[in-house]
């Protein structure tokens, strides 16, 4: 019997994430260009440039996620494979709960459609959410380097 590789080894085999050197400075500055987005996302938001806020909100998403492969010694080449990290190495041993997962996958899909659809316009609504998961995502992927003994 064939064992079928799950979505993680699959990154993995395919050079998707790769590892590097454990970089906790590499992990500080990726938190500080999540913030930074962030702040992108608010502007954006107030000046109700609605589709550039929520790709903001996902860009922030994605940078903190990314700080916890820096400081893990992981470098990703798909924003795909980010969400299967997190997946494998937090979610499923029970560090990090499910629901950021979801989140993290639906605004990268989301980003994905605002990014490259001719017909897909974001919302005020979509947008204030948007931010609003952003930085409750940065805030909890900054809590889970605490937790791993980053000085974030």
């Known amino acids: 019997m064939v064992r079928k590789l799950n979505e993680f ?4 085999n395919k050079g998707l994430l790769r590892k590097i050197p454990v970089s906790e400075e590499k992990a500080k500055g990726s938190i500080k ?3 930074r987005w962030l ?8 000046f109700l440039i609605y589709n550039s806020s929520v790709l903001c909100s996902y860009l922030s998403m994605f940078h903190s996620a990314r700080a916890i492969l820096f ?3 992981y470098r990703e080449k798909s924003h ?3 969400a299967r990290y997190l997946e494998e190495k937090y979610t499923k041993k029970g560090l990090l709960e499910t629901k950021w997962i979801d989140l993290l996958d639906y605004y990268r ?3 994905h459609a605002n990014q490259y659809s ?4 974001a919302t005020k609504e979509e947008a204030e959410n948007a931010l609003d998961t952003a ?3 940065l805030e909890r992927m900054k809590k889970l380097l605490k937790e791993k003994g980053a000085k974030i």
Request: proline share 0%; charged share 40%; with cysteine.
């Open 80 to 82: 795909y494979c980010v």
């Open 9 to 12: 080894e699959n990154c993995i």
């Open 135 to 137: 930085k409750k995502f």
């Open 109 to 111: 899909d989301l980003r």
């Open 33 to 35: 260009t999540a913030e």
């Open 118 to 121: 001719i017909e897909s316009f």
């Open 39 to 46: 702040g992108e996302a608010e502007k954006s938001l107030k």
């Open 71 to 73: 400081y893990d010694g």
